[in-house]
């Protein structure tokens, strides 16, 4: 299959982001790409899923909130049902910057790797890279998943990524649900996917908190890395029905 | 009245509420069952209490009011574990039907949009 023909469906996994969605939503359409839109709103308490369908896009409102685990997931369901060759996941908040779009997608479109993962700790670029405490907990995971995974990862807590069609279906299958996104690395190398980080920007969020508050940092630490630690353990299932 | 009387109702009553809410369809024969066996097991054993005695003699048991505790709290520790898998189970569910409802949702509204395309 050449490259252009493969479908790409960006799941934009949103929680209360009405101030923020529709410009996440234009800059993706201004980049005039062949891609499919899904804004999963996880049962927001806000204008969200009004403000993203007056975009014309897909909207997919779950009944009630599953946490950003269960939004993704809905996401990656969603890909392999309409079987879409390549999934990515852009969080709600304005705070990646599209542009890297491109970069981010090309090594999965071309078949080098089978997940990449926006980092915005590799040079060239230097823009917003989230508060002191937190960066503690970024570098401790990207060490911790590093030396579990054999593979060098520099922004484990990135919801900027892009997985390939082996990926969805692992994902649809299962996904972490609290905080998923370091766990998720271990998981995809679990089924020895490849990964590649590309280098982007990000901004500071606009509107609205981060899912991650300070206090919880300590909390989101510790339970992240039993969570690591035990899928480590976990064995290698073969996949049959996903949906 | 004789603390054999007292725990000789308690146990009968259980008993009884059990069947009543199996009765009721307030629970399931499922999770009754346990219930069951565990009231008749306290009716036989209050009736029967050398037989008691006996069983915490043979695990080393000084009173056989700490065997009672030993043993309840064993169950309960294990019931409360079980507790947590059949809740995690729930969970589960309960989320994947979130996202299916969440699915099909969409899917109504896209074929609802499609066909009122097709009448104009």
Known sequence: ?243 | MSFKALTLILSIVMFAIVIELIRREKINFKYAFGWMIVSVLAIILTVFDTLLFQTADFFGFELASNFIFFTLLSVFVFLSLLMTVFLCQQNERNDKMAQKIGMLDLEVEQLKQKLEKEKK
């Open chain 1, 1 to 243: 299959m050449n490259q252009s023909s493969k479908k790409i469906l960006i799941i934009i996994p949103a929680y209360n982001e009405e101030g923020n969605i529709v410009k996440t939503i234009d800059e993706l359409v201004s980049l005039q790409l062949p891609l499919t839109i899904l804004v999963v709103n996880d049962g927001s308490k806000d204008q969200t899923a009004l403000e993203a369908k007056k975009t014309g896009v897909q909207v997919l409102s779950l009944p009630f909130n599953l946490g950003i685990g269960g939004a993704v997931q809905t996401g990656f369901k969603y890909a392999y049902q309409h079987h879409f060759d390549v999934a990515v996941q852009v969080d709600g908040d304005c705070q990646h910057d599209v542009h890297f779009l491109k970069k981010l997608m090309d090594p999965v479109l071309q078949g080098e790797v089978d997940m990449t993962i926006g980092s915005r700790f590799i040079p060239p670029f230097t823009g917003y890279q989230s508060s002191f405490i937190r960066r503690i907990g970024i570098n401790f995971f990207a060490g911790l998943i590093s030396w579990l995974t054999d593979s060098k990862v520099t922004d484990p807590t990135s919801g900027f990524r892009v997985f390939n069609r082996k990926l969805i279906k692992v994902f649809a299958d299962y996904y972490p649900s609290d905080f998923p996104e370091p766990e998720a690395i271990v998981i995809a190398r679990r089924y020895h996917a490849k990964i590649r980080e590309v280098p982007v920007e990000m901004r500071e969020r606009i509107f609205g908190n981060s899912s991650i508050r300070y206090l919880k940092t300590l909390y989101y630490m510790i339970k992240v890395t039993f969570a690591i630690l035990l899928d480590k353990i976990k064995t290698t299932k073969v996949h049959q029905d996903v949906i």
